[in-house]
Each structure stands twice: as C-alpha cells, then as structure tokens.
C-alpha cells in the first residue's frame, strides 16, 4: 500500500469507524464478454487490494446479464487473470445469473409498490419521450397502467409470450430529473437469446442499473467500486435499494479513475475487433494489452502490480504514459532475472590463431555474481557475432569492432579483425581475426585497451532459436483503431543463435539477452526442436526519444520514469547508448554521466579493463559528482577512482569503508591504495577472526541471545551490527551475516 493512503480506503476508514460495516466485503464484477485488460488489472488491485487491507474479502463476480455476447473462456480468462495478479477469490465466484429468481422478484415487488411499470412505446419513442439536458421528458402513457396490470403482463413478458422489444419494465422516478438517467430507468428487456449458463430459462434480462446493486446487496458487499462513467448512475443504485426498503446494512457506489495508457486501446470491443479481424494472433497475442497477452509476452505480475501501485488510485481521469508500464516491467526483471548471450543477426568470425575448444565459466548475474550460480560458455574457432557489431567505415564514437578497433567478447577474449571477407557484390560475408591469449577476462594481463564488450556464441554449440520481436501495436497517442496500427509491431527473426544453456533450462523462464533485451520463452509455441522466445522490453525506453511526449501523466509518481527531462544532445545519446548498451550501466546511472561533459570524459578516462565498468560509474555518478559541485578543482584523478573502484570490486575494501577512503581521496589527493594501507582498513573476510569477535559479542549480551531464541529474529540485526562496529566496518559484512546466523543457532 502507498503511504499515504487513498481516497477509497479513507472512505473504507470511516465508514468502519462509524460502525456502518463490520465487515468490508467488495467484488470485482466484469461482464464475460471479452479478455481483460490492465484497465481490469487496476480494477483487481483496488478490490481485492482493500479487501486485503481490512481483512474482509472481495467476490468475483460474472456480470452476465447480456446472453448474446458472453462466454465461458471469457469466464476463464477473468479468473485466471486474477489468480495470475496474486489475488484469491475462495469460494466467493458469483454469476449475477444465480440471482435472477430474486432479482425478478424484487421487481415484482416494486411494481406492487406502484414504484415501476410495463411501458410498450418503442425503443424510439422511448429515446424521444426521455427529453434532452435542456429539455423535461415526458412520461409515457403506459406508466398509467394499474398494479395488476403491470403485474400480469411483466408475468406474460417472462413467459415468453412477446417478442423481443415489445415491452420493458420501468423504474417510475422523474421524467424530468436533472440527471437524465433518473428520467423511469429501464430495468428489465425482453431477449429470447440463449444464455451460457441459464440456457432458455430466461427471455427477461434485468438492465445493470437493476441488476448491479441488488446483486451486491445479495452478497453483502459493503463497498461497491466502479469507473466514474457510472456517476450518474449512482442515484438509480441508491433510488432501488432505498425504494425495496431492504433490511441494512446496505452496499454504497463510489468512483474511481478510468485508467487510460497511451499508444493502446482498451476497450474491450476495440480489442474484440482486433482479434476477430485477425489483426492479431488471438486475445493472448503479446502485444495485446490483455493479462493473457502479458502472461504470454512475459510480463510478471509483480511488475503490473507495482504498476498500479504507482499509478495510484485518484478522482480525475487521466492518461498514463505505457513507457511507466515499460519502466516496471524493467524494473522488476532488471535484478531477478540472469542473463545469456543470444545473437539476432549473426555475422561469422573465423579466429585463426585459435584451434583448441575451451568452456569459459560465465556469471549468470552481474550482482553477487558468484552466489548466484554461473554457466559454461563454449569457445572456439568459430563464433557468430551481432552484424552490427563490426562496421568497416564506423563513424566516430562507434565503440565496437572495426578494421582498426579491438573489441571484447563477453565474459572471453579481446579480438581484432585482421580481414574483411565479401561476396561479389561487396557483402560482408564473414571476419577473420585473432585473439589475445592474455587477455581472458578476469585474468586480462594483455594491457590492451578496449571501448566495448560485446555478445557472441560459439557457432558449433549454438542453436538455431526464433526471436520475435515486439513493438507498440499502434503508432499513435491516442489510437482509434485499425486504422492506427504499427505495421512494425511484429519482427521475427527466425535464426538467431543462442548459447547452449539458455535451451537447456525449463521454459517460464526469463532472461537478460545482453546489450538486447528481456526475453521469455514463449509458453505456447516453445519446443525443443524449435525454440521460440518472446521479447518482454527492451533494455531503454526507445520511443521517448523518439516521440516529445507531453502528456498530462501524474507526473508526482512517474518523475524518475525516464524521458520527462530535457532531451539529450545528440553526442549525450551516444554516450548513453553506449553506457547502457556496450557497459551494462543502468539508465539513471548512465543519465547522469551522460548528460555531464565533465563527468563523462572523468569516466571515459577511468574505464580499466580490470575492473567492473559499473562499480567505476557509480562512484562517479555519486561521490565524484557530488565533489564536482562544490569545487572544480579535484585533488584526485581518474586512474585513483578506477583503482578505488578495484579495491572494492575484488573485496579488499568494503562499500562503506570506500566512502572513508574517497573522503580521504577529497582531501589529501593520496592513493586509495596507500590511503587503505597507512590506515589499515582492509576488510576483514577471515572467518576466524571474525567468529573470535562475535563469540565475545555473544558473551557480552546473553540477554539479548535468549530473547533471540525465544524467536525475536529481529536481533539477528542486533548482532550483526555489534560486530561491524567492533571491526570499525572492516568486517565483511557477508560473513559477518552468516557466521552469527550459524553461531546463534
Ligand atoms: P470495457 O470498456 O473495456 O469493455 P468495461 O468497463 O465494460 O470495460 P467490465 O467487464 O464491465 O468492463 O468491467 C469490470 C470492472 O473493471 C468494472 O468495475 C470496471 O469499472 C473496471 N474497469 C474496466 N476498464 C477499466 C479501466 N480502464 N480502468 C479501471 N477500471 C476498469
Ligand atoms: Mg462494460
């Protein structure tokens, strides 16, 4: 929940106060008539998220009132959408359909009230009668009929003894109401249609402003949520629930935003045409804004929850930029998810001086990377490379490989290309060039000098996979339709190459394609002989530099959602291609030295093939620029950074002690290496030293251990915290965890 909270939940707050409800019971009731949309994800976040909140719970509710469009997979497909977001309805599935014997008697009841009556104008005559906002309407003759009458003949209707638009039931108000919906609502239709779950029990349908109420009502709802579209409706909800003279507690309605995103349509008869028309490969295509095409494209639930977690829940209807949704999406998968070589276009590179076949052992993450398990990559004489990646004629700033320009391959070797093979025609079809046996990562003694580290497999081991990828479905803000479609929206890319151990995992897996993207394998057409991997988002938002949009978005919650800001100069967005794309470096990180001529030449001339290009980066980003604007003359310069940054990267310091040191850096200009010596402030790993420390922490707070094994685990914290201090922050405080975790136990 956000921290402060919401207008809902303050009405929730009162409304318990007050003694009104015990107990809060809301619902999420959609019509089975379509696939639903992150519109409904928002919908489920708000009832089943206050439900949650109060401990009450929240019903699913069909709200299948109209036979001729509904449908069980609609049904199916609602529910599974909300198990998918994480929420549980229990036993609590309804059908407003279980309650048409109550909700016709109810309206037997308001007829004997004199509260409704048979009307037979025609649908015509009725929009007529009904006035205009400036303009009383005027009530039909029929509404003179006497209770019997109207009794009789609403039986004949459901008996089936007329035909469709013959007669409707009419709520008697006021035909000359301000709120035109108050002008003798209808409340019942005849439709001789067969419904998917009463079949021909039923030839009358109640309208949703009858219907809707008395089935919260049914079940006890006490807070009923809906889109400010039903406003107006509100008097009708309360005008039959009061007019019944029900027994309370009764259900209240209270509105909310619509959500609207950009660059996609939401409704659910837009979406209909779309998948009818063949426009797309069904309601779970992934590039649909539906929850079965996110599933399906590998979106997780935890980002679009975190998505309406941001948007909020607010009174104004307003239009939320997709590249938010984007952003959580990245978010989300950005630490949890590991990352492969794959190569989309390959281009074959022959190293001649290699022969031999080694397997390289590669991290699968770049953060605890060790912890977090790693793979065997294959290396060999032949590898495919990005086609991209080589250019002959590159124009200045481009960091890859070239005729002159070495490059890293991920995780292995330091290239150059000694000769550029071609067809007749001038094509490049292959590269030959040579390696550096010193210079393996990790153990690089080569002192060579590199820009960029990029992608490869090994042509024998790969294999063949289908790539496709996706692009907003339409090309502009705020589509129409059809008419709107990207026609780029779908690329497949039918032989790219993949490592050899990205195929061996399951499927329902997700992966970092390096310097690509996220990808997920595709959950229907995935095979082993056939590959197949959706990609989720792309590692940047590319259309914000595209497009210059301005929209009204809530700018409060989505100020760090990238693109708001000035746009780059045309050199900033080549460093910053370059820093997220070729060094890994995340987006703010990358945004901040980008757009900083003074910051980024610092960079540049820190970079060091021995050291993390991100662990140099962040300190940049914070301390070095911090220091830059309060002074503009350093004492330290960028070779002392990447060394700092070295210190840290291979565990001789740890990340506090490295403030310390750079404090020291700021004021005296001394080597972090020597600073780190005279001052004797190399982290301490030794488990031994450090168990001889936590025993006498423990020894000196017995208290505090028995009120830890009484299952306080919280003091856990408590002594971990003791030892970091004993050690002035020396101690490795990985070990530190671990070893009081196990000497506590
Ligand atoms: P559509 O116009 O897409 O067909 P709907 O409102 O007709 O949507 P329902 O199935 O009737 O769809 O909606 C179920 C619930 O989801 C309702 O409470 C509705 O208010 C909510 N809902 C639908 N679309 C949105 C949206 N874009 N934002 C927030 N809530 C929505
Ligand atoms: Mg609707």
């Known amino acids: 929940m956000n921290e402060s909270k919401d207008f809902l939940h303050n009405i929730v707050d009162e409304d318990l106060k007050s003694g009104k409800y015990k107990k809060i019971i809301t619902r999420f009731p959609p019509e089975p008539n379509g696939f639903p949309h992150i519109g409904h994800a928002k919908s489920i976040c708000i009832n089943f998220g206050i439900a949650r909140d109060y401990n009450g719970h929240c019903n699913l509710r069909m709200d299948d009132t109209n036979p001729t469009k509904e449908d069980t997979s609609y049904v199916e497909a609602l529910k599974d959408a909300v198990h998918w977001l994480g929420f549980d309805f229990g036993d609590n599935l309804y059908f407003t359909s279980n309650y048409f014997p109550k909700i016709y008697d109810y309206a ?110 049914v079940e006890g709802v006490s807070h009923s949520i809906c889109t400010l579209e039903f406003e107006n409706n509100r008097a009708i909800y309360d005008w039959v629930l009061d007019s019944l003279e029900l027994e309370p507690p009764r259900p209240y309605q209270h509105e909310f935003a619509r959500l609207n995103i950009d660059y996609t349509v939401m409704s659910k008869r837009k979406l209909l045409e779309l998948v009818k028309g063949g426009i797309v ?80 052992d590669a991290p699968y993450y770049q953060e605890d990377a060790p912890k977090r398990g790693s ?10 490379i990005e086609r991209s990646d080589f250019m002959e004629n590159p124009p200045k700033n481009y960091f890859r490989l070239t005729p002159k320009q070495s490059v890293r391959l991920k995780h292995a070797y330091i290239i150059s290309c000694k000769e ?70 779908l690329k497949v890319i039918k032989d790219a190459f993949i490592e050899p151990a990205v195929i061996a995992q399951k499927p329902d897996e997700r992966f970092q394609f390096e310097r690509q993207g996220y990808f997920y394998a595709d959950p229907i057409d995935y095979s082993d002989e056939k590959p197949v991997f959706n990609k989720i988002v792309g590692l940047k938002d590319s259309w914000n530099k595209k497009t210059k949009t301005t929209k009204h978005i809530q700018k409060d919650k989505a100020l760090h959602v990238e693109g708001t800001v000035a746009p780059m100069s045309e050199e900033e967005k080549i ?53 830059l604007k309060q002074t503009n003359k350093l004492k330290f310069n960028a070779k002392q950074i990447s060394q700092l940054a070295k210190l840290v990267d291979d565990g001789t310091i740890s990340n506090k002690i490295s403030k310390q040191v750079f404090e020291e850096m700021v004021k005296t200009g001394e080597n972090p290496v020597k600073i780190v010596q005279d001052k004797e402030l190399t982290q301490i790993n030794d488990p031994a030293k450090i168990s001889a420390i936590i025993d006498e922490i423990i020894a000196k707070n017995p208290d505090n251990v028995s009120k830890f094994k009484a299952g306080n685990a919280k003091l856990l914290g408590f002594f971990v915290g003791q030892v970091l201090k004993a050690t002035g922050g020396k101690a490795n405080p990985k070990v530190v965890n671990n070893l009081v975790a196990k000497s506590l136990k």
């Open 108 to 217: 037997v009841a308001l007829i004997k009230m004199g509260k409704a009556y048979v009307d037979s104008l025609s649908e015509d005559e009725i929009r007529e009668y009904r006035g205009s906002v400036t303009q009383p309407g005027k009530r039909s003759k029929y509404a003179n009929r006497t209770i019997l009458e109207n009794l009789e003949l609403f039986e004949k209707m459901k008996n089936g003894e007329f035909k469709d638009g013959v007669h409707v039931l009419r709520a008697k108000i006021d035909m000359s109401a301000a709120n035109m919906k108050m002008r003798d609502p209808l409340l019942y239709r005849i439709r001789h249609a067969n419904h998917f779950r009463t079949g021909d029990d039923w030839c009358i349908y109640p309208m949703y402003d009858f219907a809707h109420c008395l089935s919260d009502y």
């Open 281 to 360: 490969s069904g309601w779970d295509d992934p590039r649909l804004p539906t929850i079965a095409g996110y599933k399906r494209r590998g979106y997780t639930p935890q980002s679009v929850l975190n998505f309406c977690d941001q948007i909020g829940v607010a009174k104004a209807n307003s239009m939320v930029n997709v590249s938010q949704l984007e952003f959580c999406i990245r978010d989300d998968l950005n630490k949890k998810v590991p990352r492969a070589l794959c190569v989309l276009e390959p281009l074959k590179v022959v190293i001649e001086n290699y022969d031999g076949y080694e397997e390289i």
């Open 375 to 384: 793979r065997k990559l294959p290396f060999s004489r032949e590898i495919y």
């Open 420 to 489: 550029v093979v071609k067809d007749s025609s001038g094509n490049i079809l292959e590269l030959k060039a040579n390696y550096y046996p010193e210079s393996k990562s990790g153990q690089d003694t080569s002192g060579i000098k590199v820009k960029s580290a990029i992608q490869w497999v090994s042509a024998k081991e790969a294999k063949k996979v289908e790539i496709r990828l996706y692009d907003r479905l339409f090309s502009c803000e705020i589509p129409e339709g059809i008419e709107d479609i990207n026609p780029n929206s």
């Open 575 to 627: 460093l910053f291609d370059r820093y997220t794309k070729e060094l890994d470096l995340n987006d703010e990180i990358s945004n901040t030295i980008a757009r900083d001529k003074q910051l980024s030449d610092f960079y540049e001339e820190a970079l060091s093939p021995d050291c993390n290009p991100a662990s140099i980066a962040n300190i940049i980003a914070n301390e070095v620029a911090r220091e």
